[in-house]
């Protein structure tokens, strides 16, 4: 996997991952997998479609974890 990636949930990231961090994640999931940093024009509404919905998904993930042994998040 990419190792430019880091692990967004706590304790490995001390606060709450960022709208940024999650995007960038995204944004380098895509690239690794899609083989492109940056896509063609005619490419650019699927390459970004892709970002968003990996970066919704993953938002949804770390608002789903229960991390066993860390302290609680309000919200």
Not at 12 to 28: F, G, K, M, N
Not at 31 to 43: D, E, M
Request: include cysteine; charged fraction near 30%.
């Amino acid at each position: 996997m990419c190792r430019s990636i880091k692990t967004l949930r706590p304790p490995v990231l001390p606060e709450e991952a960022t709208e940024d961090d999650i995007r960038a994640a995204a944004l380098q999931y895509v690239r690794k997998v899609s083989g492109f940093r940056a896509p063609a024009a005619h490419n650019r509404e699927v390459f970004d479609h892709a970002v968003d919905v990996i970066a919704a998904a993953t938002a949804e993930l770390l608002d789903g974890l229960e991390v066993r042994g860390a302290p609680r998040r309000a919200g």
